[in-house]
């Protein structure tokens, strides 16, 4: 395992290397190639039973617990510090498959509403100037009340709206002026980071298909229902596409 930034409350990025078999990654990228032409909308995300099967075939693995387990460990004592009580609702999987054909899924800065943030890559885009790295600011938000929450989610959203070819300056940029690291997603690894307090994004895939799982752990529940509305409303839309899929009739 390697840590960036481990003194800092929380670690702002551990990364455990090597967990997810070459075996596991090629089962589970067979099973998306088998379905992944039909997914609409285009975006690639899927918050569906899918992406739950594959965190409990992940699971099965002992390296795999160890690192889930260490990374919910400090996630819950920072939690703790910050006076907050977790609910026991599970964790929401999501998968994340995008290609140059998907410019309107990067670059967009933002906050997660959960505290913990699990990102498996399971396939690399090209190797290119953006092949989907992930993109984390070094500087971690504090003392965050539902209202500050909020705001920030709001400006984000705003700027998520920007033309493509802004919101691209503004990461090179960034880079450039060493507020936010690049992080090579290497499939096997999994990297854990605090998403509530940490300003993430991701590089555009020039060429091929980044393709990951993100899991995610204890919502605080300072969203207001910014984000529990979308998200219900995504579940519900896969559901009602993978019904479709099932009843199609097979050539």
């Known amino acids: 395992m390697r840590d960036y930034d481990i003194d800092a409350e929380p670690p702002r990025l551990q990364v455990f290397e090597g967990v997810v078999t070459r075996h596991l990654l090629d089962e589970i990228n067979a099973t998306i190639d088998a379905s992944r032409e039909t997914w609409r909308p285009a975006d690639g995300r899927r918050a569906t039973q899918a992406a739950r099967r594959f965190a409990d075939m992940l699971r099965q693995n002992e390296g795999f617990q160890l690192a889930e387990r260490q990374a919910c460990e400090i996630s819950r004592r920072w939690a703790r510090k910050a006076g907050w009580e977790l609910n026991g609702e599970p964790p929401l999987c999501v998968l994340r498959c995008v290609n140059s054909g998907l410019p309107a899924q990067s670059h967009l800065r933002h906050y997660d509403s959960h505290i913990l943030t699990l990102l ?94 993100i899991v995610h752990y204890y919502d605080p529940g300072l969203t207001a229902g910014l984000s529990t509305v979308p998200r219900a409303c995504r579940a519900l839309r896969d559901r009602l596409l993978d019904a479709l899929q099932h009843t199609r009739p097979r050539a």
């Open 120 to 213: 498996i890559p399971l396939q690399q885009a090209q190797a290119t100037q953006e092949n989907g790295d992930l993109i984390l600011y070094r500087r971690q938000r504090h003392a965050v009340t539902a209202m500050s929450n909020i705001v920030a989610k709001i400006r984000l959203i705003l700027l998520r709206n920007l033309p493509f070819v802004i919101r691209r300056a503004q990461t090179f940029r960034h880079l450039a002026e060493h507020l936010c690291d690049r992080i090579a997603c290497v499939p096997g690894n999994v990297y854990a980071f605090n998403g509530f307090v940490t300003l993430h994004a991701n590089l555009h895939a020039e060429a091929g298909e980044r393709r990951s799982l």
